[in-house]
């Protein structure tokens, strides 16, 4: 469904919000998933009330199984200076991906459980503060991320076994804790079946249990877009392993011991079997050679500089 809002002829145009100084806007797209994480059956028409107050010409167009891609193409086809996207996490991360750098700003709002993009961005998981930050204060900011096999992610990469402990971690997010216990122990029945073999751009070759790539905006270990944030995690034992799950979850996993980081441009993996992975909160298999490649300038972000980087890790 499709809604596209006139600016109010009567209105002054002192009684409105000012846009944003550091980009041009006239023509905006929203694409709202009233389906998704936190958005709900009325976000849409508070998108649109939200939208009317500024000096714009914006459409809103609801998300569903019937229109899902169709309303995408049509939020390019529309050739706006901007598309704003409230719906979960893959959703945005799929937009990002079909802008790239030459495409249309994204503002990619809170509205998935993750949400770390937007709180880096925004720092904030209220999507309309989010949203009014972007229409006010927002520039054109190029954003890196990382590719594998044709799939992109902004945020972060966890390739091997810990990655099957993402469906585990999100079940105790939402509240499910005996879907969590399931997950948990199919984790630990598939935990440690074999380890990963990867090159650092053309070093040395190195093992780990555990790979993790993170984006140079969401990295708290880097401040300038140089490569992904390399990761291995290398238990020696269980005990040591569950420890570090610990740790990854509830604090700063850089400090422990059976952590090494450094950043990126190529990271060549490889393991006996397909790869289980987690790309930015979406766990897909990988083949069992894999490739990532960073990515300095993957898309435009419609945001205030300097980022607020809250969702950091």
């Known amino acids: 469904m499709s809604d596209t809002l006139t600016p109010d002829p009567t209105a002054r145009a002192d009684d409105r919000p000012a ?3 550091h980009v041009a806007l006239k023509r905006v797209v929203m694409l709202v998933n009233p ?44 050739k706006p200076d901007a598309i704003l996207v ?16 030459d495409g249309p700003m994204i503002a990619p709002l809170p509205g998935g459980t993750m949400n770390m993009l937007p709180k880096a961005l925004y720092g904030t998981a209220d999507w309309k503060a989010a949203l009014k930050l972007a229409l006010e204060e927002g520039a054109s900011q190029p954003v890196s991320g990382g590719e594998v096999q044709g799939e992109y992610f902004y945020c972060a990469a966890i390739l091997g076994s810990p990655a099957l402990w993402a469906p585990a971690r999100e079940a105790i997010r939402t509240g499910k804790v005996k879907l969590a216990v399931q997950y948990a122990r199919r984790a630990l029945k598939r935990a440690f079946s074999g380890r990963l073999r990867f090159k650092l751009d053309g070093g040395e070759k190195r093992r780990t249990e555990a790979l993790v790539l993170i984006s140079p905006m969401i990295s708290k270990a880097m401040e300038d877009p140089i490569g992904l944030e ?50 930015d909160g979406e766990p897909i298999l990988l083949k069992s050679d894999a490739v990532i490649r960073f990515i300095p300038k993957a898309f435009k972000a419609l945001a205030p500089l300097p980022p607020a980087a809250e969702g950091s890790l």
């Open 86 to 101: 409230l719906a979960g996490d893959g959703t945005a991360r799929s937009v990002a991906t079909k802008a790239k750098p």
């Open 230 to 279: 390399a990761a291995a995690m290398d238990p020696s034992d269980t005990s040591q392993a569950f420890r570090l799950a610990a740790t990854a979850l509830f604090s700063d996993w850089r400090h422990d011991p059976a952590v090494s980081t450094r950043p990126a441009k190529l990271i060549e993996v490889r393991a006996r079997s397909k790869i289980p992975a987690v790309i």
């Open 35 to 78: 389906l998704s994480g936190s958005v709900g059956p009325r976000a849409a028409d508070e998108a649109k009330a939200i939208l009317a107050d500024y000096d714009l010409d914006a459409t809103v167009l609801t998300l569903d199984g019937a229109n899902f891609e169709q309303s995408i193409d049509d939020a390019f086809a529309a």
């Open 19 to 21: 846009l944003s100084p």
